[in-house]
Every structure is written in structure tokens, then in C-alpha cells.
């Protein structure tokens, strides 16, 4: 199997994971699960390989960084969150801990678990793990839209306190 075809699995598998904390899925998240697969296979296919840490490691800062804004875009207008955003999102709610705490913690487990069945964990992987967290928190803080009012119609306004940003 591709690594594209794995990760539609194991994305759909996670959602699984969805039920006891309730989760919804959405847009974003069937999207996520089949788009990310699907690009991943087509940009192994066509995108050659990087030689050298003096593109390979510019590339992957720039990878964590847009897989964070991109994590604040979908989450933030409400397609949706792909299968470890909802257990973020969903472990937040449950536990009212910060967004980054929870995407760290489901990232570590992902990482500890692909070592223990066998993967190999380099400084990308460390990072990523690490660094998604915080990251994903700043972008959906960026990115918030506040949620409609029925009383009033509002252009632009400030987050609402009750936002999951502000944790």
C-alpha cells in the first residue's frame, strides 16, 4: 500500500476514536482524511527529492508552519475538523486544557506509537510533533470568526470569550 492509501486508513480509523468524545464530523473532515492521502501519493509521484539540509530543512519548517495555518483555516470557518484536529478539539472540551496540551499529547502518542510498531522518528518528526500544537492554537486564534449572532448581524468583531481559541 502507498503511503497515501495508509493514511486514508489509519484517518478514518481515528475517527473512530470520535465517539466517546463526541465529536461531529464535517466537511473538512471527510475532505481531510481522503485529500491528505491523495495529495500525499501525487506529491511523492511528481515532486522530486529534496538533496541537502539547505532545502530539505527550510522545506520542512515551511511544511509544519502551513500544515498549522491550514489547520486554523478549516477549523476556524467551521468545515470541520480532519481526524486528529477532532480528537484535539474533542479532548479540549473534555478536559478544558489548551488546544496546543492536546494536539502535543495526541502527537507524542502518534509518535511513540509508529516507533513502537516499527517507524523511525527523526528531528522532522520531533518537531512536527512538538511544534503543531502551538501552532495550530495561534492560527485558529488568527483565523476566528465569531459565531452568529441571532440578535444582530455582524461584520467583524472581536472572539467571543466562550470560543475554544481562548483556552
Known amino acids: 500500500m502507498s503511503i497515501g492509501v495508509v493514511s486514508i486508513v489509519i484517518g478514518a480509523a481515528v475517527l473512530l476514536l470520535w465517539i466517546p468524545l463526541r465529536q461531529r464530523p464535517g466537511l ?24 541537502g539540509l539547505g532545502v530539505r530543512v527550510p522545506l520542512m519548517v515551511a511544511g509544519i508552519v502551513l500544515n498549522g495555518v491550514a489547520t486554523g483555516l478549516y477549523i476556524a470557518a467551521r468545515f470541520g475538523p480532519g481526524p486528529r484536529d477532532g480528537l484535539m478539539t474533542g479532548l479540549h472540551d473534555r478536559t478544558g486544557r489548551s488546544i496546543r496540551l492536546m494536539r502535543t499529547m495526541v502527537e507524542v502518542v502518534v509518535v511513540v506509537t509508529g516507533f513502537l510498531l516499527g ?30 449572532s441571532a440578535s444582530r448581524t455582524v461584520a467583524a468583531a472581536e472572539p467571543s470569550e466562550q470560543a475554544i481559541l481562548h483556552r
Not at 28 to 51: E, I, K, Q, R, Y
Open 119 to 148: 517507524g523511525t522518528v527523526g528531528v522532522g518528526t520531533v518537531l512536527y510533533a512538538l511544534a503543531i500544537g502551538p501552532l495550530a492554537q495561534l492560527f485558529l486564534r488568527l483565523f476566528a470568526v465569531p459565531a452568529p
Open 28 to 51: 473538512g473532515t471527510v475532505s481531510n482524511v481522503f485529500v491528505v492521502g491523495l495529495a500525499m501519493d501525487g506529491t511523492l509521484a511528481l515532486v522530486p527529492d529534496a538533496h
